[in-house]
């Protein structure tokens, strides 16, 4: 889970970077250049798979996990007063991990499906036809109840690595007195920065839409 | 004060077990809340009723018999030995609600009793530095800086209640396990075996049927002897560099 | 009776080394052909179970506890001593010999105290290797402690932990050899009672304390490793299940039963708070270093404090009495166990006791954090001021601590030669169950210095001389004399089921108790032993007619356990009297008012009762027939103590 969850988090600084192009106001070109790079660069197709396998483990192994320790405990207790001994986030990485699970299957279906198989108009740069991602992005979001679930999923994602983050470093056996704050430090900035980012762009497009 | 008390009874493994619920006047804050039920069984005797059974024995939070689910908390509102949590912990006409440790791995034997060979099959496994008694060299041949000896015995107060494995929301047994691991480890007279102790000793704690560690911190908040999360850490290191590097196959 | 102690000749620093070279050995191809059964798992069972195992017998472990690490030996804080001489500081093998004899008040074999002392230093090395995390200096040496009745630092620790650390080394030692299929291991099964065949022990009967069966084990030699009888006076520092029981049917099968009065009262426990009180918790002596122990001169002003009128810190110096202090200016507070316990005992029946129950005297820190601020007093009791509040609920570094003696330790025990084997042969006990290190009186941090020594490093030669004669084949356990042992056990657990009276077990454990402290406690005369011994007489009967038993013996039953404890109390206790009445001197814990200073201190009668008493049993209500054992001193000259 760990070294899973720490990849998985390396993709989301990348996608952000991509995300963050959405803004600049140039309609879109920059964007669908970027789609354009990220879908057709064998490097970057590469490393896809690797994310795609990444992602397959992590939910995967996360039902083996739950399964195997739902049978530590058959009997379940009749009163628990978890909160008073761990974060409500530690005790439901599973609620959220299906909460993001969600999210990541319609957001793939909208938006990664499309760019791949769909039937996206193009538009020509510079000479070069390229798939037109940006305006169905931009589309999607101006729709309000779209930007609302979007805005619900990063929630959920920012809850994940609140416990994500530091626990896939203890797991990975870097617990130390001097580096554990950095590390607690770094995964709450993190866990607010990057989530936060992702739903900003929806927010500022849904805002401009209107 | 007056309680009243919600308790797990279960005549045997096979029994399927049920809440019975008990009341109490005349309790005393200054008694221990194992006194508190020496007082509920001696009422029950007398009235010709099985005594609720439980697992105490030392009664000075070093034994690590005692072993009490109360209000959902292993051993209680406060982080100590459920024999050393007393009535004042309380308020008059509390409900207390008193269940065994559950876990696979712990069977319930009766009542409140439950069955924890599974942590000695653990150590069994290869909790221990594999020396005969005599022939060992002098115990001043080899300085141990104090603060590695301090470390190893923070790590070595573990009493085996197994507090963490009824914490722990998944029932797993790591933070006892990494305690002994990370005691040996620390030390210089724990090297010889240190790899093939970390293999041994998880592949038994799996072999248990307890559940996996998600570092929720639960075992180490209410483990009564405070052993740090940093063992387990320590022993995911043993158990990487061990799997890496041991020609076990 | 002709009691063979079985000391070897010689001078006294070569009689071990000796002996060993003298004993014989069993090939080490024939060891597997034998098999040893140990019950206790302790310092001294843990350790002796071990060793065993590695040298390659065949070995039964059993203990009532769920886990073999559960056993009392885990409580114990201070420290372990041995010979080492780290410190530099005069210490010596001879040193730790003649502390140790002193200290038990000239009540103990010069040969096997002597062994002890050899012993403690290969202790030490031994517990380091198995990774013992003892406290060390700075520059990685093991650091060293001093403790009450020597003047040397010679005190091993592990924080305030030392018997759970030693208890857990010696744990894994066992653990290891149940991997390696050596030793078996019987977890919550009791042993209650010893199989002889020919004279000879060949084997125990045990109930299995889950499902109610009675099983019988056969083996070549037995060794008891039980423990004390503390839980005769129901309050103690011992765990709740500590008990006679192994010890004491051994004991009616005719082992002898060595100096049975001989307990050791401990001055720094909390005290009882009310009738509820189940047990006794200690609190390290070492506060007697900064404490000052008082109760206020007048009972009046201890009758308001008593009542919640008066603050114990509003009372003026000029009306406290500092008792200790008073009457022995040179050691103060810091007199032996015994003197303060004792002390403490008669301003309490003057009636200035305090506390509701009027059972305490204050251990006053307020001077010491004056003089020193609360941070040093508190970097040097900080969780023992801490486990004070948590169990009485008021703040030590406010108003003054409150203590009173309890019943911590028993010198006396099953009678043992030099090589720790009782007077049946094939039964050996060792540790605390055995009578044969301490005397009268034991120094602080040498239970488990003996707990190890005879595990490790005793029995594991002693029992080969004994082991070497017997045949290969041992005694079945099919055969009639376990047939006969069943049925006796199944017919005692009967009856006490089928009683049904009125009383609980905990009424008797109770009312025993309160005899045993009030007669038998820290002081004890003739007239007052004598009524103790007919109450018990009465109490024993009308436990037979009264008790109550709840549920059936094919169960998880606590009343049944604890029934068939308090039943072998009840006869224990009656023993202890009998030895009490006997030894009409005063010696280490024991105290005969009749036998005392014209100051009111011990006094021992060195003509008149310089031996070992060893009790015979019977029968069912007839009298125990004493055996003398003397103690001969050639290397130590008795004196009496003194520490005015």
């Known amino acids: 889970m760990a070294l899973t969850g720490l990849f998985l988090i390396s993709f989301l600084v990348v996608h952000l970077i991509g995300n963050l192009q959405l803004l600049a106001n140039d309609g879109g070109e920059s964007f669908n250049l970027y789609a354009k790079f990220m879908t057709t660069n064998p490097v970057i197709k590469t490393t896809s798979y690797l994310l795609y396998a990444t992602f397959i483990i992590h939910i995967v192994w996360a039902i083996l996990l739950s399964a195997q320790n739902r049978k530590a405990r058959t009997v379940r207790y009749a009163v628990t007063a978890g909160s008073t001994n761990s974060s409500w986030t530690s005790r439901n990485m599973g609620i959220l991990g299906t909460i993001i699970l969600v999210f990541l299957i319609i957001h793939l279906k909208n938006f990664w499906y499309e760019m791949h198989w769909g039937g996206i108009a193009k538009v020509v740069y510079d000479g070069v036809e390229v798939k037109d991602l940006y305006t169905v992005v931009e589309v999607a979001y101006t729709q309000w109840w779209y930007v609302a679930f979007y805005v619900a999923a990063m929630v959920g994602v920012m809850f994940h690595l609140f416990h994500g983050f530091k626990s896939a470093f203890q797991t990975l056996g870097l617990n130390h007195p001097k580096y554990n704050p950095v590390i607690n430090t770094i995964g709450t900035l993190f866990s607010i920065i990057v989530p936060g980012a992702f739903a900003a762009i929806p927010i500022i497009m849904y805002v401009k839409s209107v | 004060m007056r309680i009243t008390l919600k308790v797990w009874r279960q005549k045997n493994t096979q029994d399927k077990g049920n809440f019975k619920t008990y009341k109490l006047d005349n309790i005393s804050p200054d008694m221990s809340f194992l006194e508190m039920f020496d007082v509920l069984n001696e009422q029950l005797v007398r009235q010709g009723e099985d005594p609720v059974h439980f697992d105490h024995d030392c009664r000075e939070g ?35 609600t008193v269940e065994p440790w559950r876990a696979t791995a712990f069977p319930v034997l009766k009542d409140l009793v439950v069955d924890r060979t599974s942590f000695d099959r653990v150590i069994q496994a290869g909790g221990y530095i594999s020396i005969n008694t005599g022939g060992v060299p002098d115990a001043n041949e080899i300085p141990i800086p104090k603060k590695d000896a301090d470390k190893a015995m923070d790590a070595a107060a573990c009493i085996g209640c197994g507090a963490c494995v009824a914490a722990c929301k998944n029932a797993s047994a790591m933070l006892f396990v990494s305690a002994k691991i990370s005691q040996f480890s620390l030390l210089p007279q724990g090297q010889t075996e240190r790899k093939t102790r970390a293999e041994k000793m998880i592949a038994q704690m799996d072999s248990e049927g307890f559940g996996a560690c998600t570092n929720t911190g639960a075992c180490s908040a209410e483990c009564p002897k405070e052993i740090s999360l940093t063992n387990i850490a320590r022993m995911n290191r043993e158990y990487f560099t061990a799997k890496v590097g041991s020609d076990n196959v | 009776m002709k009691l063979d102690s079985k000391i070897p000749g010689g001078p006294l620093a070569e009689k071990w080394s000796k002996h060993k070279f003298n004993v014989k050995l069993v090939n080490p191809a024939n060891k597997r052909k034998y098999d040893i059964i140990v019950v206790g798992t302790g310092l001294a069972g843990a350790s002796a179970a071990a060793s065993f195992g590695e040298l390659g017998y065949n070995v039964k472990a059993f203990c009532f506890q769920d886990s073999p690490r559960r056993a009392h030996s885990i409580a114990a804080q201070g420290g372990i001593n041995a010979a080492k001489n780290y410190q530099n500081d005069g210490d010596s093998v001879f040193r730790l010999f003649y502390d140790t004899i002193k200290g038990g008040d000239y009540r103990s074999r010069e040969g096997n105290v002597y062994r002890l002392a050899e012993v403690s230093v290969d202790i030490i090395d031994q517990c380091v290797a198995q990774g013992v995390p003892f406290a060390r200096e700075y520059g990685g040496l093991l650091a060293n402690r001093s403790f009450g009745g020597a003047q040397v630092s010679r005190t091993f620790y592990a924080k305030g932990q030392t018997g759970q650390q030693l208890l857990l080394g010696a744990y894994s030692a066992l653990s290891r050899q149940v991997s390696n299929g050596k030793v078996k291991l019987h977890a919550r099964e009791e042993m209650i009672d010893l199989v002889m065949k020919d004279g000879k022990a060949v084997g125990i009967i045990t109930r299995n304390l889950v499902t109610g069966k009675i099983e019988s084990h056969s083996a070549h030699a037995v060794v008891l490793a039980t423990g004390g009888y503390g839980n005769v006076f129901f309050l103690s520092t011992n765990a709740m299940g500590s008990n006679v029981t192994a010890a004491w049917r051994a004991h009616k099968k005719g082992a002898l039963f060595a100096n049975p009065c001989f307990t050791q009262i401990h001055p720094t426990c909390i005290p009882v708070s009310g009738d509820h009180q189940s047990k006794l918790t200690l609190m390290s002596e070492s506060l007697r270093n900064d404490g000052r122990v008082w109760v206020p001169k007048s009972k009046e002003d201890a009758e308001k404090i008593r009542k919640g009128e008066l603050k114990p810190t509003d009372l003026p110096e000029d009306k406290r009495d500092y008792y200790l202090e008073e009457r022995y200016p040179s050691f103060g507070n810091l007199v032996p166990r015994d003197v303060a316990s004792r002390n403490a005992k008669n301003v309490c029946d003057e009636g200035r006791g305090v506390a509701k ?48 003696p309890a019943v911590h330790y028993t010198m006396g025990g099953l009678w043992v030669d030099y090589n720790l084997m009782t007077n049946i042969p094939g039964l050996y006990a060792i540790g605390e169950a055995n009578f044969s290190d301490h005397g009268a009186n034991r120094l602080g941090a040498s239970a488990l210095m003996q707990g190890l020594a005879d595990g490790y490093f005793v029995i594991p030669y002693t029992i080969g001389d004994y082991l070497a004669t017997l045949p290969y084949e041992k005694v079945s356990s099919d055969d009639e004399v376990f047939k006969q042992a069943e049925n006796d056990i199944e017919e005692k657990i009967q009856k006490l089921l089928s009683i049904k009276g009125e009383k609980t077990v905990d009424d008797f454990h109770k009312a025993l108790g309160h005899i045993m402290w009030e007669y038998c406690g820290m002081s004890r005369n003739e007239e007052g032993l004598k009524k103790a011994k007919q109450e018990i007489k009465k109490l024993k009967e009308e436990f037979w007619q009264n008790v109550n038993v709840i549920g059936g013996n094919d169960e998880l039953n606590q009343s049944l356990e604890k029934a068939n404890r308090v039943a072998d109390f009840l006869e224990l206790g009656e023993l202890m009297i009998d030895d009490a009445l006997d030894r009409s001197e005063s010696c280490g814990g024991h105290f005969r008012e009749e036998s005392q200073t014209e100051e009111g201190e011990a006094k021992r009668k060195d003509d008149e009762f310089s031996y070992v008493s060893a009790w015979e049993y019977q029968g069912e209500n007839a009298e125990e027939v004493l055996h003398k054992e003397d103690l001969v001193f050639e290397n130590v000259k008795l004196t009496q103590r003194s520490y005015k």
């Open chain 3, 357 to 404: 129950t009027g059972l305490a005297v204050y251990l006053d820190f307020a001077d010491a954090i004056k003089r020193d601020s609360r941070k040093v007093i508190e970097s040097k009791y900080g969780n023992l001021f801490d486990m004070y509040q948590q169990i009485t609920g008021e703040n030590p570094y406010e108003t003054p601590m409150m203590i009173y």
């Open chain 2, 62 to 96: 070093i034994c690590g018999m005692c072993s009490l689910y109360i209000n959902g908390k292993p051993h209680g509102p406060k982080q100590t030995t459920t024999c050393q949590l007393h009535m004042r912990s309380f308020n008059d006409g509390d409900t207390i």
